[in-house]
């Protein structure tokens, strides 16, 4: 069996599907990954030919049965009535936010998910992810403290970065110029391979 890690978050615009790839690209560097996207709107699916070196997998009831290491699963901006049977089959559930105050308060729904899972599936683990965070913003210290009622891990603080906007056309911040945007998901697939 697969480790699935879902990437997860109510609001959308926090960087769900720019994490997802972003991680996946770094991951199949060293195991077989693929990439799935649970969002109706497919933005995921809909680059299977710009993609190289994953696979990118439409979301059915066979997908989590496949022959891969990992699978990044990518989820709509809001919680579905199918989001808890893949929270239940999943080994990891990112939760990315940005600093501001609706985007915290926005994870109330979300980590309230994880705990019930984590009920029945104890093998589940969940983690936040600073992202988006703009440079020298005071306002990130406030988030990490605001963050801190929800008891889980802070694992890493992704930068708002250009090249992170250009994610899905160039293959992910691994194969770009952007020393600091590889430097920032090796970071945090150092902190998942620990958690997990």
Do not use: W
């Amino acid at each position: 069996m697969p480790t699935i890690i879902t990437i997860a978050h109510q609001k959308g615009g926090v960087g769900k599907s720019t994490l997802a790839l972003n991680l996946a690209y770094s991951f199949s560097k060293n195991v077989r990954t693929a990439l799935t996207d649970t969002d109706p709107q497919g933005s995921i699916i809909q680059l299977q030919d710009l993609v190289n070196g994953i696979d990118i997998l439409p979301y059915n009831a066979e997908t989590f049965n496949q022959d891969y290491n990992v699978i990044f699963v990518d989820t709509p901006p809001y919680i579905m009535e199918t989001m808890k049977p893949i929270f239940e089959q999943s080994d990891l559930i990112i939760i990315p936010t940005k600093a501001g105050v609706p985007d915290i308060m926005a994870i109330r729904t979300t980590v309230e998910l994880v705990k019930e899972v984590q009920k029945t599936n104890k093998r589940l683990k969940a983690c936040i992810v600073l992202n988006m965070v703009k440079p020298r913003a005071n306002i990130t210290d406030q988030a990490r403290e605001q963050l801190k009622k929800y008891n889980l891990p802070i694992v890493a603080e992704i930068k708002d970065r250009v090249s992170y906007t250009n994610t899905f056309l160039t293959g992910g911040v691994q194969s770009g110029g952007d020393d600091i945007a590889k430097k920032e998901i090796e970071a945090l697939t150092i902190e998942i391979l620990e958690l997990l």
